[in-house]
């Protein structure tokens, strides 16, 4: 009895030591580097090429993780494969057609509002509106998105497009990171996100196949696609199942806030791209918004469930 009291309160604990930042960092500059590793892979392959080599790559690094090959309950499969389609699949693949019409940077920074999107869908799944303060945060970054878009109108259809096929995408990534949770934490993030691989894998497989054995290959490119598959698609996910185990989801989601900066540097310095100042203070206000709702008491509560139940899950696996 005393060993399960213990359990019974969570606090949040601050972050301690250099693993704990790290495990932060990782994720979130891996993913921002990644719209820089995408534009250079489209040196070599077309669009689609791009998405299923990745996952490729990214489910075959996974599989080195015994945890990720973990068996899953046939209750769950549909809900693995739906995220298929809306974690991977779909949004993968509209990353790099939108490159062809925007910067990688930009591309990027527009990811700054993937907190956003996913709090609009669980508001409405939930048939209920959100908190005061994510609600405040939400309209914050909705703003700061409205910002970095504007300047696209000016360049034209083809750029306008481009973001409105980021949008998509963003909005995917909303419904599919909703579902994760909960799958997630029955069953831990590897083993869903390996899973789910393998399904965007075979949806992809028809129209990356035949892109793959006509890539022009040059060193360059076909490095930066690599790096894309093993660490984009790879082992930042298992950093960041780790994260989220040892700190908690919600506090392990701040790692999204460093994708915006990081793509927007690596675009400018790597690749010369011109960022319109309007789009840098939109990045910043979206970066804002998604703060706002992290400060909300509704999601420091759920940051303190999500620490119960990952303190409950080690104590039942410690009795078992």
Known sequence: MQNKAKFARPSATPLSGATDWVLLAVPGLIWGAS??????????????GVTFTRI?????????????????????????????VLWLAFPLSMFPFAERHVSSALTGMLNGANPLFT?????????RAPAGRVLAGVAVGMA???LMAIPTIREGDS????????????????FALNIAKPLQQRNGALPVIWRAQLVALVLTAPLGLPDLFTARWSLGPA???????????????????????????????GTTFLIPVVAMVLGIVVR??????????GSGVCIVGAGLMRRSPSWRQEQGREKLEGQQQVFARSES
């Open 223 to 253: 490095a930066a696609l690599l790096t894309l598959g093993i660490l984009g698609t790879g082992v930042a996910h298992a950093v960041m199942s780790v994260a989220a185990g040892k700190l908690g989801a919600t506090r392990a989601s």
């Open 35 to 48: 719209f820089l590793f995408i534009a250079e892979a489209m040196r070599s392959i077309r669009p689609n």
């Open 119 to 127: 709090a609009i869908v669980a508001a409405a799944l939930a048939r």
């Open 56 to 84: 490729l790559i990214g489910f075959l690094t996974l599989s080195l993780f015994p945890a990720a090959r973990k068996p899953l309950p046939r209750s769950d499969w549909v809900a693995v494969a739906a995220l298929g």
């Open 144 to 146: 700061g998105t409205i």
């Open 272 to 281: 010369g791209e011109r960022v319109a100042l309007l789009a840098v203070v």
């Open 159 to 174: 750029s306008a497009a481009g973001v409105a096929i980021i949008m998509a995408a963003l909005a995917s990534y909303g």
